[in-house]
């Protein structure tokens, strides 16, 4: 087991990806792709499920890549933790794929890229030299670059697949950066080596900034963000839910191997950066969402706002475990660690349910949706799941991890720190804020796009997806509530993760009764979701038959009240728009200079009135757009350096040949 | 037999907060009547109320959904949980360990998620302003609760409520800046999450100004029977909050005698009592606000929270 049985998983979906460039016109080829994909990632799963539970570290040398160096690979519990993470993930999608994956226009834009996806982010996971890590990490950008290029037609997947491949090499630049100051002046590559070799404090900080750009930009980190909303919602949906639910974890999990793995012992103020970058993702994200209508976008931004809640626990760990607060550090890794789990179980299921809405009513504009609870039943029930998952809601499983979180956050004063001591608080005061927005944002999302009536033809023709979909989604709702009532059991087995780099777990949830969580000891705090499921249940049970006994039991249908005046046009409802415009006031006017323009049209006229909203994205207009600007300025400046004379050239030559001599000499 | 001490007192508690919640809202009710100097209904009303919605047939729009059916069952239950793991005559709550004080108000949130997709689910241009206009209320008052919970956790080192109270009832030491802080905090944020005035007008009837009435505009018989008195429970659940954690006294410890409980019994009516009537004085003698000063009002607890909160962080003896 271990490492032996893992790799030929990841060459097989090798292979596959092969073998899908001669499949994918064929039609059997969907079939045989996401067939195959399913099996191999449920076995990549169970293998990284046993690994993590067994707590064992297997690792393999193999002769490739550098001929000096060779190809080194490890499963230690980390890994394992983030593989059950990935192939969880890999697993729903190419079930969802089995079905959805059948309206695909040009299959063959797909299906090859699909398996090479999944293969390099399995083998970012076991890479244990930088070589194999860079490689691997390109394999899977690029294979989701080309993903996100499967509708090519249309300009803005061009355009989200450019400023992607721009980003992802720019981060990519960051930790090759990143990995040459941690090989040193002996460049040993092997991550053995690396972990032996302790960076002086500058090269460490220096490797900690460099992995937040290249990591962060990966995961979505404000203000790297600005690819994730476009690139993610461009791909087919079950690679949406790839890159979202799962693409983003091994970012996070490149952040937890270099920093807490290989680049020594953290400094103090590591933890304030990245608590800093993480509390701001996860309210610019959320508040991105609630201002965005298109459906799959704002599950995009929601992801940002996640990531933001991981960062939060991974800096809190970083802060703690630079004081030498094992069990608190032990404590914030987990709910990180719980919260990467649980965001990719739920922002999967999310999209899903978006691919479901795309495949039935062709929009994902959610003003053009409404009323589909009635036309998609079960896309609907397990979309409710998710968006109540989301919004951090007991006793499903966002909730624990959040919880955890805030848990950590209360186990702060202990800092020692003034900085984090002030700045702790304010962060979770910013997770608060981020959690009530996310509650928001899903009920504008369910509400406007499920409930109401229908705003289009096309929503009003939906009809329900077929059954593979159908059992992806209802097997992601269904994860949602079993981690939501026994967190316990995740939060033990990533205990191995926390006993190989803090030396200190959580106390075994296992033997706390009724299986509850108590991250401390049972004065301080517990959760218990399963009793507050079953509580939730037994009181809307009871009710239920009470009122049945007691009341009267006739129901009529009538057309709705509305206060004696409903309008049948459904462009009378409330819109998604509609609904975010009390929020947009309050924060949109100050971090997006939102405002509503109304134009009245001149008495006398029939003309319709217009309301437009402008919004505008700091981040895009103060930090890229200069940037761009500043590029192309050069760039331009440069360019007569193309229209030279031959005269000019040899001068040129001359003059550098001589420059570099006298750099020589001196 | 603690075990089963405990139970009853936790069925007990159970049964107390249904029983009492319709009173306070009564109470409430008659005391702003008599400030007004109108007779008011009588205090039972509510109960009255409720019995009369439960006989009476239940109308559902033609598009409601089985959400919109589900959902006043749903916010009751989420409710009534929440307010059976708030300590309200004893801390010995035997499943009070099962959710603190942060879960007690996800709990809460959930309960309003629900309302707030109920009020789409007709698709009325009336439930989406309540709908839309609660979750602009909840994403600044949630964050102050949040902020709040901090703070107590902080002085208490717990953020179970039982453990809380228990550590409060032995502080000798005078008043709290922090504890003061959380008060206020909690007040403004209690009459937000209930819908009082200045925030909302629980009997207004004018349907721009609603939010919460708006929500539920769709619901009538039964339905609105469990939501109506889902309300209630929400604002017992706040009365006892405030009880619970800044005027603990009186709150029978875990294994009193028969005692102890009438003790715990009878200071917590008067707990109630106290609070309905400064809550009826309150919102007679101020206006509502519109609604775009509402965040600002709530923004006002956030900080008031947060600052709690740092003053706990940077130093211990606040």
């Known amino acids: ?666 | 037999m603690t075990l089963l001490r405990d139970l009853a007192v936790q069925s007990v508690q159970m049964a107390l907060v249904l029983l009492l919640a319709p009173l306070l809202t009564g109470l409430v009710r008659k005391v702003k009547a008599r400030l007004l100097r109108r007779v008011g209904p009588p205090l039972i009303q509510p109960y009255r109320d409720f019995r009369r919605l439960l006989g009476k047939e239940s109308i559902v729009a033609t598009n409601g959904s089985w959400l919109f059916c589900a959902v006043p069952y749903l916010v009751f239950a989420l409710t009534w949980v929440a307010a059976a793991l708030v300590p309200t005559f004893a801390t010995g709550l035997l499943f009070s360990w099962s959710g603190d004080l942060i879960a007690i108000v996800a709990l809460l949130g959930s309960g309003r998620f629900f309302l707030a997709l109920a009020g789409m689910d007709i698709g009325t241009s009336f439930g989406g302003i309540g709908s839309s206009r609660e979750a602009m209320i909840a994403s600044l008052a949630e964050p102050a609760m949040i902020m709040i919970v901090f703070s107590l956790a902080l002085v208490a080192g717990s953020t179970q409520l039982s453990a809380m109270a228990v550590y409060l009832l032995s502080l000798q030491e005078g008043l709290r800046v922090t504890l003061a802080m959380a008060l206020f905090a909690l007040i403004m944020v209690a009459i937000a999450e209930n819908g009082r005035i200045p925030v909302d007008n629980p009997a207004t009837h004018l349907e721009l100004t609603m939010v919460h009435e708006a929500m539920v505009l769709e619901y009538s018989g039964r339905p609105l029977a469990l939501i109506e008195l889902a309300a209630s429970l929400k604002l017992l659940l706040y009365a006892s909050l405030i009880g619970c954690v800044f005027v603990p006294w009186g709150l029978a410890p875990p294994n009193s005698d028969l005692r102890g409980y009438a003790i715990g019994l009878l200071s917590y009516v008067g707990k109630l009592a106290v609070c309905g009537i400064a809550l009826a004085a309150f919102e007679t003698s101020i206006a509502k606000m519109r609604v775009f000063r509402v965040p600002a009002f709530l923004g006002a607890a956030l900080m008031l929270g947060l600052l709690g909160t740092l003053l706990r962080f940077v130093s211990g003896s606040f």
């Open chain 1, 1 to 666: 087991m271990g490492i032996a049985t893992t790799l030929p998983c990841i060459a097989g979906l090798l292979a596959l990806s092969v073998a899908a460039i001669a499949l994918a016109r064929s039609r059997a080829g969907t079939w045989i792709v996401y067939g195959v994909s399913l099996i191999l990632s449920a076995a990549l799963l169970v293998q990284g499920a046993q690994a993590l539970l067994s707590g064992a570290e297997t690792s393999l040398v193999l002769p490739l890549g550098l001929p000096w160096a060779g190809a080194h690979f490890l499963i230690d519990p980390l890994a394992a933790a983030f593989q059950v993470i990935v192939n969880l993930g890999a697993a729903g999608a190419s079930l969802y794929a089995l079905g959805y994956g059948r309206h695909e226009k040009e299959p063959w834009r797909v299906l090859p890229f699909f398996p090479l996806f999944l293969a390099g982010m399995n083998l970012v996971l076991v890479a244990d030299d930088a070589f194999t890590f860079l490689v691997s990490w390109e394999f899977m950008s690029l294979a989701s670059w080309a993903l996100v290029l499967a509708h090519h037609r249309d300009p803005e997947n061009r355009r989200a697949a450019f400023i992607y491949i721009v980003m992802a090499s720019a981060g990519t630049l960051a930790l090759l950066l990143a990995f040459s100051l941690l090989a040193g002046e002996q460049g040993n590559y092997a991550f053995n080596f690396i972990r032996i070799a302790t960076p002086g404090p500058v090269t460490a900080s220096a490797v900690l900034l460099l992995v937040l750009i290249g990591a962060g930009s990966k995961a979505g980190l404000v203000p790297l963000h600005v690819w994730l909303p476009l690139a993610h919602p461009a791909a087919p949906s079950h690679v949406s839910a790839l890159m979202s639910g799962v693409m983003t974890k091994v970012a996070v999990y490149a952040f937890i191997r270099i920093i807490f793995d290989l680049d020594g012992l953290p400094e103090p103020w590591w933890g304030l950066v990245v608590l800093t970058a993480g509390a701001a993702s996860a309210v610019w994200g959320v508040l991105s969402a609630l201002m965005e209508s298109d459906l799959k976008r704002v599950l995009a931004y929601s992801t940002i706002e996640n990531i933001g809640f991981i960062f939060v626990g991974l800096g809190l760990a970083l802060a703690f475990h630079a004081n030498g607060l094992a069990t608190a550090a032990a404590l914030a890794l987990v709910a990180a660690l719980l919260h990467a789990f649980n965001h990719a179980i739920m922002k999967s299921l999310l999209f899903f349910g978006a691919g479901a809405v795309l495949t039935a009513t062709g929009e994902r504009n959610m003003e053009h949706m409404g009323g589909l609870i009635h036309r998609m039943p079960v896309t609907a029930a397990a979309v409710l799941t998710g968006c109540a998952a989301l919004s951090a809601l007991p006793p499903l499983n966002g909730f624990a991890s959040e919880w955890l979180t805030l848990q950590a956050i209360l186990l702060s004063p202990q800092l020692p720190q003034w900085g984090l001591k002030i700045l702790v608080p304010a962060c979770g005061a910013m997770l608060a804020l981020a959690a009530a927005l996310a509650a928001a944002c899903f009920i504008r999302v369910f509400g406007v796009s499920f409930l109401g009536r229908p705003r289009t033809a096309n929503a009003e023709g939906a009809r329900e997806v077929d059954a593979w979909p159908q059992a992806a989604l209802a097997a992601f709702a269904f994860l949602c509530v079993a981690f939501g009532a026994f967190p316990g059991f995740a939060t033990d087995a990533l205990s191995a993760v926390t006993l190989e780099f803090l030396d200190v777990r959580l106390p075994p949830q296992a033997d706390v009764p009724w299986l509850a969580l108590v991250p401390i000891s049972a004065e301080r705090s517990s959760y218990d979701g399963f009793l507050i499921l079953v509580f939730i249940a037994t009181s809307a049970s009871l009710a239920a038959l009470v009122v049945w006994l007691l009341g009267s039991r006739a129901t009529r249908r009538a057309p709705a009240w509305d206060c004696g005046f409903p309008d049948s046009n459904p462009a009378t409802q409330y819109s998604a728009s509609s609904f975010a415009q009390p929020l947009r006031r309050v924060f949109g006017t100050t971090v997006f200079q939102a405002h509503d323009r109304v134009v009245m049209p001149p008495p006398g006229s029939t003309a319709p009135a217009r309301i437009t909203v402008e919004i505008r994205d700091p981040v895009w207009d103060y930090f890229y757009a200069p940037l761009a600007g500043g590029i192309s300025f050069v760039a331009e400046r440069l360019n007569t350096l193309q229209f030279l004379t031959i005269r000019s050239y040899l001068t040129l030559v001359f003059l550098t040949l001589v420059i570099l001599l006298l750099v020589v000499a001196l």
